[in-house]
Nanobody
Framework: QVQLVESGGGLVQAGDSLRLSCAAS????????MAWFRQAPGKVREFVAA????????SYTDSVKGRFTISRDYAKNTVVLQMKSLKPEDTAVYYC????????????WGQGTQVTVSS
């Protein structure tokens, strides 16, 4: 079991930076793939970024490449999403999620944190 709690959301202006953190608890943290998803009003939830259990492989959706960076801190059992050059279209509720390979299903989810980018 993995429990996830996000923090760091807020209201920022276009072009600003923001750092989201996801605190994970549970003895399987080091073996799970961690990811961030987001859901904007009226839209389906979409994948944003993921980092492998080893931390050496990352993936991003095209719209955030070069602006967002995902990383994990094993000492603190956290996953960080560093966001820069934010755009109004980045406005959404951001969710932290985890899955246990080889399963492709993200079984564990946080409660979400709101990110609002004003123009």
């Amino acid at each position: 079991q993995v429990q996830l709690v996000e923090s760091g959301g807020g209201l920022v202006q276009a072009g600003d930076s923001l750092r989201l953190s996801c605190a994970a608890s549970g003895r399987t943290f080091n073996s799970v793939v961690m990811a961030w998803f987001r859901q904007a009003p009226g839209k389906v939830r979409e994948f944003v970024a993921a980092v492998s259990w080893s931390g050496d492989t990352t993936s991003y959706t095209d719209s955030v490449k070069g602006r967002f960076t995902i990383s994990r801190d094993y000492a603190k059992n956290t996953v960080v999403l560093q966001m820069k050059s934010l755009k109004p279209e980045d406005t959404a509720v951001y969710y932290c999620a985890a899955r246990s390979p080889p399963s492709s299903e993200y079984k564990y989810w946080g409660q979400g944190t709101q990110v609002t980018v004003s123009s």
